[in-house]
């Protein structure tokens, strides 16, 4: 994946850098970097990308994993 693909899934979903960042565990500095093509993307984005992709279901299921509470 190039980061002009990354930048339009981004879009896609309309999420900001700081949503798809979180989404994909990491920072928005990161996913700028990704991409504006300063560095590489690691293999394991493109695979959740890939997953997440036109799947709100496991979008979601991200979503609460990563924003559930703790104590749950």
């Known amino acids: 994946m190039q980061g002009?693909?990354?930048?339009?899934?981004?879009?896609?979903n309309d999420w900001t850098l700081d949503q798809a960042a979180k989404i994909l565990g990491t920072t928005q500095t990161t996913v700028y970097r990704w991409?504006?093509?300063?560095?590489?993307i690691p293999q394991g984005?493109?695979?959740l990308v890939m997953l997440l992709t036109d799947d709100k279901i496991?979008?979601?299921?991200?979503?609460?994993f990563l924003f559930k509470r703790l104590d749950e």
């Open 35 to 40: 991409e504006s093509g300063r560095h590489r």
């Open 45 to 47: 984005i493109n695979i």
């Open 4 to 12: 002009k693909a990354l930048r339009e899934w981004r879009h896609g």
């Open 58 to 64: 496991n979008i979601r299921k991200v979503q609460s």
